[in-house]
């Protein structure tokens, strides 16, 4: 049916109406999950409508961020966990509520709303609602997302706590875990390489048996703990070490700050220049792209060199109780906080003829264990020190001492003890950091312990190309 003349200028001044609210910074229709659509009266008495936080619902949004940052969640997962809290939606007058769909959390990790923008016709504008989430966060979420488009990853139903931290020592592949019964209907749980049956490399691993596999990682913890004495050495040497670059970090600090303000000037200039017909629309797009992605990485810098000190030497605490109690506490903990020691502690373990033949420790124990770490450190500072005196705008921080995975929901060692007495993490949402999700390179080395590091006043960094 042919539209009205009548019509035509209804959905016209509709459309100016809905573009001037998105310039003014409203949010366009019902507010998305973790936010709700209140009245509130003006200082001159007049009443409008605007959004404001859901406290009961916004802390599962930045759960649900968080959780799909580390690479261990799909959006199927979070829908099942959020189901299992009886998180619902907000009830509406023609809808009830309800259990989120799975394509309903997809939407909500893939909305840019909740950065703080509101979008009309691909066109971003600050929103007058608080942001949930930072640039940073949301862009490793679709960092994610797009890793798993492109690999085709489609993680399977069948979970085990050492999923992710397990690797074919034949062709560098993770294990992965699947359950079988026999012809008499006996139930039993194996892992094999996803190399060999997935992607027909040649691989000749065939499989191992769940409970052989959780000994020889069991057995395999005691090459990380080490007498107290050693541990205390390392604290000491990298307690004088922080003491020493704090003030690097400051100024790291300060530079990222005035370059954040820079960012959103420029992206207001940008915007008023494309709103007087100046900047054309795909250009204004391109460049919004760009200066979200650079807040991104300056919001990581910002986080990362605001970590306070004593948060610094809390993590350096929990780093050498795990190198002196670390075994122990493995074989006490119940399989989540198995699962959260083991992605502390190791990038990968080795697995080839029934034996754990080598594995990588995350950046934290691979530098502390260094045998040079206090010569790494020493030249290190006098490194730091000249990068951040001679260009601090290009200085890179990469994730901290304090925000990796041993600290991460609260710290790995006070969640492990929670859970050797089998209780449930809390769901309470927490800000926290993600490991690093690395790629496979084939099979795995022990990495030398000559390798150098960074300490870009925050923690113990390697050194990146970025300097």
């Not at 990495?447 to 300097?467: C, D, K, M, Q, Y």
Request: glycine share 8%; net charge neutral; with cysteine.
């Amino acid at each position: 049916m042919a539209t009205t003349p009548e019509g035509r200028n209804l959905a016209t001044e509709t459309k100016k109406g809905m573009l001037q609210k998105a310039k003014g910074g409203g949010t366009i229709g019902v507010a998305p999950f973790g936010y709700i659509n209140v009245r509130e009266r003006t200082p001159e008495g007049r009443e409008i409508r605007t959004v404001a936080v859901d406290p009961e619902r916004a802390p599962w949004v930045v759960w649900m961020f968080e959780q799909y940052a580390t690479g261990e969640w799909t959006s199927a997962m979070l829908a099942e966990e959020l189901a299992s809290h009886k998180v619902t939606a907000l009830p509406r007058p023609k809808s009830k509520g309800g259990p989120l769909a799975v394509s309903y959390v997809g939407s909500i990790i893939q909305n840019r709303y909740y950065t703080g923008v509101v979008t009309f016709e691909g066109v971003e504008y600050p929103g007058k609602h608080p942001a949930l989430v930072s640039e940073d966060l949301f862009q490793r979420v679709q960092a994610v997302r797009q890793g798993r488009v492109a690999s085709q990853e489609r993680p399977r139903i069948h979970t085990h706590y050492l999923k992710g931290s397990v690797f074919c020592g034949e062709c560098g592949e993770p294990l992965t875990f699947e359950q079988s019964r026999n012809g008499r209907g006996v139930l039993y749980d194996y892992f094999y390489c996803l190399g060999r049956q997935r992607r027909k490399n040649g691989c000749t691993f065939r499989a191992i048996q769940a409970p052989i596999l959780e000994d020889l990682v069991e057995d395999h913890w005691r090459s990380v703990t080490l007498p107290t004495t050693s541990t205390n050495q390392i604290r000491d040497v990298v307690a004088s070490h922080i003491r020493q670059v704090v003030p690097e970090r400051d100024r790291d600090r300060q530079a990222a700050e005035t370059q954040l303000a820079e960012l959103q000037r420029e992206s207001d200039r940008l915007l008023r220049a494309h709103l007087a017909d100046a900047v054309p629309l795909d250009q204004l797009k391109r460049e919004q792209g760009r200066i979200a992605i650079e807040r991104a990485s300056l919001e990581n810098r910002l986080r990362q060199s605001a970590v306070e000190e004593t948060r610094l030497f809390e993590a350096l605490d929990q780093i050498c109780e795990l190198l002196t109690s670390g075994h122990d506490l493995y074989l006490r903990a119940d399989d989540l906080g198995r699962r959260d020691l083991n992605q502390a502690v190791f990038e990968r373990i080795v697995i080839h003829d029934d034996e754990v033949t080598s594995s990588d420790l995350t950046p934290p124990f691979r530098r502390v264990l260094s045998s040079t770490l206090e010569s790494d450190l020493e030249a290190e500072r006098q490194l730091t020190s000249t990068v951040t005196r001679s260009n601090a705008r290009h200085l890179r921080l990469i994730p901290d001492l304090a925000s990796e995975p041993v600290d991460k929901r609260g710290g790995v060692i006070g969640q492990a003890r929670r859970r050797i007495d089998r209780t449930r993490p809390s769901a309470v949402v927490q800000a926290t950091q993600d490991p690093e999700q690395t790629k496979n390179s084939g099979p795995s080395q022990v990495r030398s312990s000559n390798e150098s590091f960074l300490v870009a006043g925050t923690g113990f960094e390697p050194v990146t190309s970025g300097l």
